[in-house]
Nanobody
């Protein structure tokens, strides 16, 4: 069974930084893509950033220039570096991965990111 475990969430002041990590383990050796979604209270879950096995990335417009995503394919680990955090970044952040030639999608448990003074 594939498991995605997030870490690095927490409380940070506006303008601060956090680095999220997602470590994948289980039956799938490598993933086609890994990334992050987030969901704020009362809002839809949205894609934050994603990186595929070739290093191609996509970002939500709201985080471009502030967030970066990176991946260690050998370790099946993805990172989200979040800089210049804003209160509107407050959400539960979920690690997401596609594997099995894009046939399977996996989700982490989520980690809370709160940006507040």
């Amino acid at each position: 069974q594939v498991q995605l475990v997030e870490s690095g969430g927490g409380l940070v002041q506006p303008g601060g930084s956090l680095r999220l990590s997602c470590a994948a383990s289980g039956s799938i050796f490598s993933f086609n893509a890994m990334g992050w979604y987030r969901q704020a209270p009362g809002k839809q879950r949205e894609l934050v950033a994603r990186i595929d096995s070739d290093g191609r990335t996509v970002f939500a417009d709201s985080v471009k220039g502030r967030f970066t995503i990176s991946r260690d394919n050998a370790k099946n680990t993805v990172y989200l570096q979040m800089n210049s955090l804003k209160p509107e970044d407050t959400a539960v952040y979920y690690c997401n991965a596609f594997g099995g030639n894009w046939n399977f999608q996996y989700w982490g448990q989520g980690t809370q990111v709160t940006v507040s003074s």
